[in-house]
């Protein structure tokens, strides 16, 4: 079996994805940022052309990072960017970058497993793009379990495939970089693929139909699983100085309650739910304000509780001012819960993060906070919790796009909760205000506001009227799919 699609970028500038789709394409692969860490400036028109004509996406990011720091900061703005979006194909790392060969292979393998576990978390599939040279040399064994993207062609290159070329590893093979295809008025990169992802997305969304209250369970069971993860990897150890809070790797310590939260912010990105996860990034970050997850699908459903009988799993044992626990079962919890006194951020001793009996914590435990997805509205996750009939980017309306309200129209002036949406989506996709500012989310339409939206407007000039307000139709294009 082999399929062939493309891959593009801003270089192709403005594609007839129509005509593409007519020729006939099994996948195209699209760049989602730039240099800068930037998105790219066609992405969301390729994106939107690809998925309304029916062709399987997946996204590739061109990699500078020199640091775990840096390729984290580049896999955030990719998850950023997708927010929930749907891809059939893997987020692609892109390593070619020469200034990263002198790091050594090590050092590339822990800056791609950085990169892959950010994605995996967001619920993407994660690959590697490279070419023979770069797998051959600097790629090290315990990468190549992962799925890879193989590029090699000729220096006579001319679109076609040179057969002799094929290499006898990974699951697609870029083969040229001088296509011609109906559609792009510039040349363009082929690939094919062995490997079916899209036929393996269908197979899932066929086979896996959750009901509402599956989906609650999920998120709980995806937050016991991280937290349990984390415990059982000596890796991460105790810190409340040099904790980490919703990232895995920087730093890699945990305290109590950066450890639960982190845990649920995973899950929500995993199950699709961006604005719970950016909720918690946004509203709590200690024991101190951990009952801000009330507003965020949680209850209480305990006070002052000195047994566990009623307990169940994903269930958060909460003390206000000092310690806070995630419950495995009914009977045993997981915690970070005390250093060990090395000033390394690893848990030498394996009882720094660990799971253990449920027990009556030495001050109490004040509350027992419980995710039932009170407030939330689920209809956004269409294609987890029911089947219906697809719609095309027109008839999609911008209520139930995975936001829990419907926006307003936004022009200069306007404040509000549709203000901040808009403010927040600008930045994800990297629109900045007059002289390169960043925008502020400051839920008021300021002039610099208005002026990222005319800048994203202009972007999309060929279904979108440059006037400066995000009415039902700009609103549609920002975020129907």
């Known amino acids: 079996m082999e399929l062939r699609g493309i891959d593009v970028s801003a270089w192709q500038r403005k594609i007839d994805w129509k005509k ?68 059939q194909y893997p987020v692609w790392l892109d390593l070619e970058y020469h200034n990263q060969r002198t790091l050594g292979a090590e050092s590339i393998h822990k ?29 090290c064994s315990h990468l190549k379990k992962y799925d890879f993207w193989i590029a090699r062609y000729p220096a006579s290159d001319n679109g076609t495939v040179v ?16 296509a011609v295809i109906p559609g792009i008025s510039t040349k363009v990169d082929r690939s094919v693929f062995y490997k079916d992802y899209a036929a393996e997305a269908k197979k899932e969304d066929a086979t896996v139909k959750f009901t509402k209250e599956q989906v609650i369970q999920n998120i709980r069971d ?39 939260l982190t845990a649920y912010y995973y899950a929500f990105l995993k199950n699709g739910l961006p604005k719970q996860a950016r909720y918690l990034k946004e509203h709590c970050s200690y024991t101190g304000n951990m009952l801000e997850m009330l507003d965020d699908g949680f209850e209480v459903v305990a006070r002052k509780q000195t047994a566990h009988v009623q307990m169940i799993r994903g269930d958060i044992e909460l003390n206000i001012k000092y310690h806070t626990a995630l419950a495995v079962d009914q009977d045993n919890i997981v915690h970070a819960r005390s250093s060990e006194g090395t000033t390394d951020t690893k848990d030498n001793s394996g009882n720094e993060i660990r799971t253990q009996a449920w027990y009556l914590y030495s001050h109490g ?14 209809s956004g996750l269409t294609n987890i919790i029911e089947k219906k009939t697809e719609t095309t980017q027109t008839e999609t309306t911008t209520k139930g796009a995975g936001y829990m309200f419907e926006p307003k129209l936004v022009k200069l002036g306007s404040t509000g909760t549709s203000v901040l949406l808009l403010q927040e989506i600008l930045i994800a996709r990297g ?33 979108l009227t440059v006037d400066g307000e995000c009415g039902e139709k700009t609103w549609k294009d920002l975020i129907a799919i």
């Open 222 to 260: 995806d937050a016991v699983d991280f937290a349990v993860k984390i415990a059982n990897d000596s890796s991460h150890g105790y810190s409340q100085r040099i904790r980490s809070l919703y990232e895995i790797n920087v730093p890699k310590s945990f305290d109590c309650s950066s450890l639960v």
């Open 365 to 378: 435990w004040t509350h027992r906070l419980r995710f039932t997805g009170k407030g939330i509205d689920f």
């Open 163 to 178: 057969e002799r070329l094929r290499p006898d590893f990974g699951v697609g093979w870029q083969y040229s970089s001088k």
């Open 111 to 139: 800056l791609a497993d950085a990169f892959r576990k950010i994605v995996e978390a967001a619920g993407y599939k994660f690959g590697i793009y490279c070419n023979v040279d770069w797998y051959t040399n600097m790629i």
């Open 20 to 87: 593409v789709a007519d020729y006939g394409m099994d996948f195209a692969m699209i760049r989602i940022t730039e240099a800068g860490n930037v998105i790219d400036g066609y992405f969301e028109a390729n994106y939107k052309g690809a998925t309304k004509n029916k062709i399987p996406v997946g996204v590739y990011k061109y990699s500078y990072a020199m640091t775990i720091t840096e390729i984290q900061s580049e896999a955030r703005k990719v998850v950023s960017i997708l927010n929930g979006r749907k891809l």
């Open 431 to 463: 629109f900045k205000g007059k002289n390169g500012k960043a925008l502020a989310l400051s839920r008021k339409a300021d002039e610099n506001t208005i002026y990222a939206l005319k800048a994203y407007q202009k972007s999309r000039n060929e279904v």
